[in-house]
Nanobody, 124 residues
Framework: QVHVVESGGGLVQAGDSLRLSCEMSGRTFGTYAMAWFRQAPGKEREFVGAITRSGITTYYADSTKGRFTISRDNAKNTGYLQMSSLNPEDTAVYYC?????????????????WGQGTQVTVSS
């Protein structure tokens, strides 16, 4: 059975930094590309960024490029989303997802396994 679990969310102030973690079990983590998505109340799920299986290549949405960094430690079966210069528009539930497809992909349909999400709230 596959489990994907996010952690690290919370309430922060504008300008703060926060790091989310995503741990996968039940599959060989290094054989899956990984992505982060987010969903704010009343809005559609939005692509945040993705990372290849090896961790060599990353791809970001324009809204997060330069502020967010995705990384992974395949030995620990864990991926990370480092967020900096947070602003209230970043408030959302953040989801981690894993895909057996190669490369990076911004479409949710490419991802097979999803976590339950972790809430990030940024106050002004």
């Amino acid at each position: 059975q596959v489990h994907v679990v996010e952690s690290g969310g919370g309430l922060v102030q504008a300008g703060d930094s926060l790091r989310l973690s995503c741990e996968m079990s039940g599959r060989t983590f290094g054989t899956y590309a990984m992505a982060w998505f987010r969903q704010a109340p009343g809005k559609e799920r939005e692509f945040v960024g993705a990372i290849t299986r090896s961790g060599i290549t990353t791809y970001y949405a324009d809204s997060t490029k330069g502020r967010f960094t995705i990384s992974r430690d395949n030995a620990k079966n864990t991926g990370y989303l480092q967020m900096s210069s947070l602003n209230p528009e970043d408030t959302a539930v953040y989801y981690c997802a894993a895909s057996s497809l190669p490369g990076t992909n911004r479409h949710p349909s490419a991802y097979t396994y999803w976590g339950q999400g972790t809430q990030v709230t940024v106050s002004s």
